[in-house]
């Protein structure tokens, strides 16, 4: 149970990271060619924040390794224990 919920947490969140990284490179460079005209002078080239990027990667990782305990140890209890519980 355990290696499944890994693997599921690791493919969604690696899609996430891919997909939504593809998106806001294709939208931050259609905002940049609908806005040259009001920028001056225009960019050169887009500026991309590493450093918040990178802690922002973090902080997603870290909240699905999080989530991924938190069902592995929900998944180990009894289901009679679960449902008295409610």
Do not use: C, H, Q
């Amino acid at each position: 149970m355990g290696g499944f919920v890994w693997s599921e947490a690791a493919l969604v969140a690696m899609g996430g990271v891919a997909l939504g990284a593809v998106g806001a490179a294709v939208l931050a460079e259609m905002l940049v060619k609908m806005l040259t005209g009001v920028f001056d002078p225009p960019p050169a080239s887009l500026s991309v924040p590493w450093g918040y990027l990178a802690v922002l990667t973090a902080v997603a990782l870290g909240a699905v390794a999080i989530a991924s305990t938190v069902t592995i140890r929900s998944a180990r209890r009894p289901a009679l224990i679960v449902l008295r519980d409610l």
